[in-house]
């Protein structure tokens, strides 16, 4: 189900999958950070195949500083995050990625209100 709304929703599924990995199954949340990228590569490159078949990325052409500010901007911070990891106890994880579920679902929230 993860990779039907990732697919639908364009995203890789992390944003789903770690949630469902440690609410529903009880895993660590470094263990649920780890799955993540494993589990979500086959997810991504199914839609990267579904979005460059249908023209989806022609959009990105006209948008080239933001694509770039977001992928130098997500290397750093996996950089810096992987690095973080042993330091940053599993005791703050928890609380961290409730607050910017929270949050994010929020933003969305308010977003779509305002779309017509």
């Known amino acids: 189900m993860i990779g039907v709304v990732a697919s ?3 995203v890789a599924g992390g ?3 770690i949630p469902t990995l440690v609410l529903l199954f009880g895993a660590d949340i ?4 780890s799955l993540s990228p ?3 590569l086959p997810t991504m490159l199914v839609g990267f195949t579904r979005y460059s078949r249908d023209r989806s990325f022609s959009v990105l052409g006209r948008n080239l500083a933001f694509l770039i500010t977001m992928a130098v901007g997500s290397i750093l911070g996996t950089f810096i995050g992987g690095r973080l990891l042993g330091l940053v106890p599993s005791a703050l994880l928890l609380p961290a990625l ?3 579920l929270l949050i994010s679902a929020v933003k969305v929230w308010r977003h779509s209100r305002h779309k017509p």
């Open 8 to 10: 639908i929703l364009g």
């Open 15 to 17: 944003e789903l999958l």
């Open 30 to 33: 470094k263990l649920a950070g």
């Open 38 to 40: 494993a589990v979500s």
């Open 98 to 100: 409730a607050a910017i």
